[in-house]
């Protein structure tokens, strides 16, 4: 079984503070990474996909990308009140799985005014 | 806009009585999935359809059934719901098996 892991939450961070999200991943077939925010009864919504390892920004969030610690991580700097969501990490699996989604459990972010 | 268009977005039935979910997109891609949401749990998922290719999860319930009659539409369709059925029914498409899902709004399905 594949899996994607993240780190444990939730996560309670003070308006104006960077967010650390992190996830962890064990099939190293995995090219491919998302981060979704899920609001409280809604789908989830796509904000952030890396390829390559590094960093991608856009906007005020940055996503790190470690294949060979298998690490994936969302920065989210200058977090709102708004930003409060469950995020997803996402991997897709290689293998004879290619093509599925894996999802993390999420983490829960709250940020207090 | 481009989208992905699921209906209804909230559905009641009976115990055992058939129910149908539907999905649109117009971003005319290629793979549409189908996945199901309980509360704070991730999306788990059901099948896939790479173009007309069907993929069914191994732990995907026999009472759960799927058909894509052309590119733009899907649908799943749930033959005796169970009181254990009771979940967010999400579609997603994308471009390929590597791009980015994106998700329509979810059926909120309940039972009674």
């Known amino acids: 079984q594949k899996e994607v892991e993240q780190n444990s939450g939730p996560l309670s961070v003070p308006e104006g503070a960077i967010a650390s999200l992190n996830c962890t991943y064990s099939d190293r077939g995995s090219q491919s990474f998302f981060w979704y925010r899920q609001y409280s009864g809604k789908s989830p919504e796509l904000i952030m996909f890396i390829y390559s390892n590094g960093d991608k920004e856009d906007g005020r969030f940055t996503a790190q990308l470690n294949k060979a610690s298998q690490y994936v991580s969302l920065l989210i700097r200058d977090s709102q009140p708004s930003d409060s969501a469950t995020y997803l990490c996402a991997g897709y699996e290689g293998g004879t799985s290619y093509g599925k989604l894996t999802f993390g459990q999420g983490t829960i972010l709250t940020v207090h005014p | 806009d481009a989208m992905v268009i699921q209906n209804p977005r909230y559905q009641v039935t009976q115990f055992g009585k058939p129910v149908t979910l539907s999905c649109s997109q117009t971003?005319?891609?290629?793979?549409m999935y189908w996945y199901q949401q309980k509360s704070s749990q991730a999306p788990k998922l059901l099948f896939h359809?790479?173009?007309?290719?069907?993929?069914n999860e191994a732990d995907t319930p026999d009472n759960f059934q799927s058909r894509r009659p052309n590119t733009s539409f899907c649908f799943l369709d749930i033959r005796s719901p169970g009181l254990g059925d009771a979940a967010m029914y999400l579609c997603?498409?994308?471009?390929?098996?590597?791009?980015?899902?994106?998700f329509g709004d979810g059926t909120r399905l309940s039972i009674l």
């Open positions: 997603a498409t994308s471009r390929s098996r590597t791009q980015p899902q994106h």
């Open positions: 971003l005319n891609h290629n793979v």
């Open positions: 359809y790479y173009d007309k290719d069907f993929n």
